[in-house]
């Protein structure tokens, strides 16, 4: 079965036809009418890669040292909350793949395992993404929970003061847990493989923050999730206080602006995450890697600049080190490959298909080894055409 996919557009048709809409829309949609979303695949397209000929590239390599380990290839998996929506397992899925393939997972303050569980399967390669609430004494548990289960990369997302609206969702009323509503049972009707493996599996619950809601019966809008674990109060003050409680590496996640990218270092950030959240949060910002070359002029080599949002291929995860990115998250595909091909085949394809691609990617523009990928590897002939 895995041999029929080869792209991500083949994981996506798979899974859509394996989810029920509302689970299909969550992992698809952005905020608004997500423009942001659009542009982000728009600017990465009209990113060109100019090919190098005639050089020798036999001995091509992939790895990728970042925080202290080496990585077979420079692109991990990003944080994605209530993937086991997908199916029931997911997040673990997710941990055990990397471990196999040797990059990171990391997990997500509303992913559906624990941290505590993510760092026993993984535990030399789970990273932990942590949503700033509006009470710093759940922030607080959190990172120490992180510390005690050995995390050592800690990404805070700074980019969601408020949830983004999330049209797809609103209509559809997706809740968790699930409400068995006449529409809802409707839509899972039509998708009788899923709804078996969920119910094998149970109902999918906020496992890293269920113990912080006052009311375990409570069924939290999916556009309202963020609201309960992030807040606008987070700013550079919390930041700090955060830098000095955690003692492992941190990362900035969601930065766009390049004097926001220069403070991160300034305060002792060791990586950002050049992100606009995959287009899920505020409609009207520039694609990622529209930023990204001017967040890498702005902070030098003070800091690595990790990538995200709209990465569907080994050709991306090159044009965003071509563009200045030190490493790649890749979040969406992974949830549509364990949806389109099952909890182990899924990633794994899915990762085997990236670094073939990379792999052809490097050797076509004359690069034996990631660390010669260089801005002048990347051509524009043409200004970045935005839909309106």
Not at 37 to 48: G, Y
Not at 57 to 62: G, L, N, V
Not at 289 to 312: C, H, N, Q, Y
Request: glycine fraction near 8%; charge should be positive; hydrophobic fraction near 45%.
């Amino acid at each position: 079965m895995s041999a029929s996919c080869h792209t991500f557009e083949h994981f996506r048709a798979r899974a859509k036809r394996f989810l029920p809409r509302m689970v299909f829309d969550y992992v698809e949609g952005g905020a608004g009418r997500e423009s942001t979303l659009d542009r982000n695949r728009k600017a990465l397209d009209a990113v060109r890669l100019l090919p190098r000929a005639l050089t020798d590239c036999r001995s091509c390599h992939m790895q990728r040292e970042l925080f202290g380990s080496t990585y077979a290839y420079p692109f991990g998996i990003a944080p994605v909350g209530l993937a086991n929506l997908v199916r029931h397992g997911t997040d673990e899925a997710l941990a055990r793949a990397a471990v196999r393939a040797n990059i990171p997972y990391a997990l997500s303050t509303a992913g559906t395992t624990s941290i505590e569980r993510i760092a026993k399967v993984a535990p030399e390669h789970a990273w932990f993404q942590l949503y700033v609430g509006e009470d710093p004494a759940i922030t607080d548990d959190l990172i120490t929970r992180a510390k005690r289960a050995g995390i050592s990369v800690l990404l805070v997302t700074v980019d969601v003061p408020a949830p983004g609206k999330r049209v797809r969702d609103l209509v559809n009323g997706l809740t968790l847990p699930l409400r068995p509503s006449p529409a809802v049972l409707a839509d899972a009707a039509r998708r009788p493989a899923w709804v078996l493996q969920m119910l094998r599996g149970g109902a999918p619950r906020l496992e890293t923050i269920a113990p912080y809601f006052r009311d375990q019966t409570e069924k939290p809008h999916a556009s309202q999730i963020a609201r309960r674990v992030s807040s606008p109060r987070l700013d550079w003050a919390e930041l700090e206080r955060i830098r000095c409680k955690w003692h492992g590496h941190l990362v900035v996640k969601g930065i766009l602006n390049p004097d926001d990218a220069i403070r991160a270092a300034e305060m002792g950030a060791d990586g950002i995450v050049v992100s606009n959240h995959g287009g899920r949060q505020l409609d009207a910002a520039p694609a990622s890697i529209e930023m990204l070359p001017l967040i890498r002029k702005a902070v030098g080599d003070r800091i690595k600049i990790l990538f995200d949002s709209g990465v569907r291929s080994g050709d991306d995860v090159a044009r965003a080190l071509s563009s200045g990115a030190d490493f790649v998250l890749i979040g969406r595909p992974f949830l549509y490959s364990v949806a389109a091909l099952g909890l182990e085949a899924g990633p794994d394809r899915l990762i085997e298909i990236l670094s073939l691609e990379f792999a052809n990617t490097l050797v076509h523009l004359g690069c034996s080894g990631v660390e010669q990928l260089r801005s002048e590897h990347v051509w524009q002939s043409e200004p970045v055409l935005h839909s309106h």
